[in-house]
């Protein structure tokens, strides 16, 4: 079972307390965007197997939205942090790079 | 004006640990900047307690605090005090970017008693009961079964567990259930 610590509350909340609400870092399109642009801001999405940026909500907990780094193969996570942020910290990246050198995610690597 | 009852009027069942209803108790959330100094001063001034750190309650002479997130606190104080400690606080935070609201009504709290209660809890939280990881004046905003609950320990060794009133009924349920005598854990004293 997945284990994610909280960021706003410092608990550790296994999956039960938490809900998934997707991607992390999605840069949002709206009215008076291109087409395209519009299309893949609603409906395409990473899938990755391997390093995935994600949305996470304490939903039985302070309620906060935060984001998680983590590994979809091994369930590993590299850490989590508030969601007031247009990128992963640094130290997250840099433990992500000492597990798996080259590794890409939409823009960030 | 009609007589308030709390949501299922001090009902109790005792098992190998007890379950009671409290009965009506002021509660008021608190919504802003904790770290403000027009924070200190109005939940000083309304309950004699300082702003509780992360996951922490305060008790001051006239009421307690209690950390719910962030940005938001919950003050208790006597039932028949809300209504004039909303009317302090909102005075007390006036210009600041605040919301003070009584939900006095639209909560039920249960006090959970004797060996085992931390037993009863752990069966029902995801949360760890231990004595060294929760003790007197930690709260815990987590579930209780399927439903959001916060609880928090007592000094008297006693555990208080908030729920909203349209689920007290299932909460007192649940929490019967697990402390029926024959369902002793045994495991975190």
Redesign the interface.
């Known amino acids: 079972m997945l284990t994610l610590q909280c960021p ?4 550790w ?2 999956e ?2 938490l809900h998934a609400e997707g991607e992390a870092h999605l840069k949002r399109h709206g009215p008076g965007s291109a087409d395209h642009d519009f299309e893949s801001y609603l409906f395409m999405r990473e899938n990755p197997k391997g390093v995935h940026f994600e949305r996470w909500r304490h ?6 939205f935060f984001h998680a780094a983590r590994c979809t193969m091994t369930l590993e996570v590299f850490g989590t942090y508030p969601a007031q942020t247009l990128e992963p910290p640094q130290d997250i990246k840099d433990k992500i790079t000492a597990k798996y050198p080259g590794w890409t995610w939409r823009e960030f690597s | 004006m009609s007589k308030a009852v709390s949501a299922l009027d001090g009902a109790t069942f005792e098992g190998f640990a007890k379950v009671a209803e409290t009965g009506l108790r002021g509660m008021i959330t608190v919504r802003g900047d904790l770290a403000s100094k027009e924070m200190a001063a109005a939940v000083k001034a309304t309950t004699g307690a300082a702003v509780p750190a992360q996951r922490k309650v305060v008790t001051g002479d006239k009421g307690a605090v209690a950390w719910m997130s962030p940005d938001e606190l919950l003050v208790v104080v006597d039932y028949d005090q809300a209504e004039a400690a909303v009317a302090q606080m909102n005075e007390a935070l006036k210009g600041s970017h605040a919301l003070v609201a009584n939900v006095s009504d639209a909560r039920a709290v249960f006090r959970l008693t004797g060996d085992g209660n931390r037993d009863v809890l752990a069966k029902l939280a995801p949360v760890d009961f231990a004595h060294e990881a929760f003790g007197a004046d930690d709260i815990r905003r987590s579930r209780i079964a399927q439903v959001p609950a916060a609880v928090w320990g007592n000094a008297d060794g006693s555990f208080e567990v908030i729920c909203f009133r349209s689920v007290a009924q299932y909460v007192f349920d649940v929490l019967k259930v697990s402390a029926e005598v024959g369902g002793e854990v045994n495991h975190l004293g």
């Not at chain 1, 706003?8 to 608990?11: D, F, L, N, T």
């Not at chain 1, 939903?59 to 906060?64: F, M, N, P, R």
């Open positions: 706003y509350c410092g608990v909340a296994e039960t307390e939903a039985s907990g302070c309620g906060k």
